[in-house]
């Protein structure tokens, strides 16, 4: 499969989810609407775990690293039009659903943020833990 020209729509849904794209435009997959949002989640999440060790340097270590940064990234990343919810949707229940996803996205953070000395210590980076993906036709 070729992907021979980017639209708009295109361009805007790998900047918000490159995972989402690859399974929209390059393997032409419908995704579920459901299940776009837990896309959209996973990769605010993996770029705000990412900025917690681009926070740490060799000289000072964490001394100058903040907890505040990833999580703002993640809000940014992951705003309340990337929710869809199947069913009768309102924008008070597309708000409650991005409202918990947003408290369980922080408290990820915050978990990730208490363990990040034992996790570099141990040689464990978020890179590492992304695995190719094999399909078959």
Request: with cysteine.
């Amino acid at each position: 499969m070729i992907i021979d020209r980017l639209t708009p729509s295109g361009l805007s849904t790998f900047e918000q989810c490159p995972v989402s794209y690859f399974y929209r435009y390059y393997l032409e997959l419908p995704l579920p609407d459901d299940q776009k949002m837990h896309l959209f989640f996973g990769t605010a999440i993996h770029e705000a775990i990412d900025n917690i060790y681009e926070q740490y340097d060799e000289e000072t270590g964490w001394e100058h690293s903040e907890v505040s940064i990833p999580k703002t990234i993640f809000k940014s990343k992951f705003p309340i039009d990337c929710v869809t919810v199947v069913g009768k949707v309102t924008a008070e229940t597309q708000k409650e659903v991005w409202e918990a996803m947003v408290k369980d996205g922080l408290g990820i953070l915050d978990a990730y943020w208490e363990e990040k000395e034992r996790l570099l210590a141990a040689g464990v980076l978020p890179k590492q833990f992304e695995i190719p993906m094999k399909f078959k036709p």
